[in-house]
């Protein structure tokens, strides 16, 4: 299943529950692209945020060679699911969908864990290292239990 992750500059949480899928796909051997972009052109070519990238590398994982990127329009037919992080990418995501199938892709990615309750990821840009770990952990969870879905569905 191809993932697409949304926040707002893609260089704090968008870019962390890709590298987080990425690695719960490497561990159940799941096949798939995981890519994560923004909606907002303010770091468009930047490497993650230096906070996001400690609290992945303490986690053993690295997103220091992302680069952020824009969503786009043919991002709609690359991945199967898209992702977004509140209610600001989710509107900024249906938005632009041409379609009812295209619309059908787009959730927020806590929902995973508490189904139907469009719980956000906050922005920790802001705030310190530890809004940071908390960002991690809610994406660690929601992420895995997404693998998990996944290899559950497939017989993995």
């Known amino acids: 299943m191809n993932v ?6 893609n260089i704090c949480r968008s870019p962390l529950a890709e590298g987080i899928l990425r690695q719960k796909y490497s561990e159940r051997n799941i096949q798939g692209k995981i890519d994560s972009c923004g909606f907002e052109p303010f770091h468009i070519g930047d490497s993650p945020d230096h906070r996001a990238q400690k609290v992945a590398r303490a986690n053993g994982i690295d997103i220091s060679s992302h680069v952020s ?36 892709k787009v959730d927020f990615i806590r929902n995973v864990v508490f189904p139907d309750q469009n719980k956000p990821v906050k922005d920790p840009y802001y705030d310190n290292f530890s809004a940071f770990e908390e960002v991690f ?4 969870e929601a992420c895995g ?11 993995l």
């Open 69 to 104: 990127r824009l969503f786009r329009m043919e991002d709609f037919e690359i991945f199967d699911q898209i992702f977004v992080m509140d209610s600001y990418h989710y509107q900024s995501v249906i938005r632009v969908a041409r379609d009812e199938t295209q619309r059908k």
């Open 145 to 155: 239990r997404f693998a998990e879905s996944i290899t559950q569905h497939s017989g």
């Open 4 to 9: 697409l992750f949304v926040c707002t500059g």
């Open 137 to 140: 952990e809610q994406l660690d």
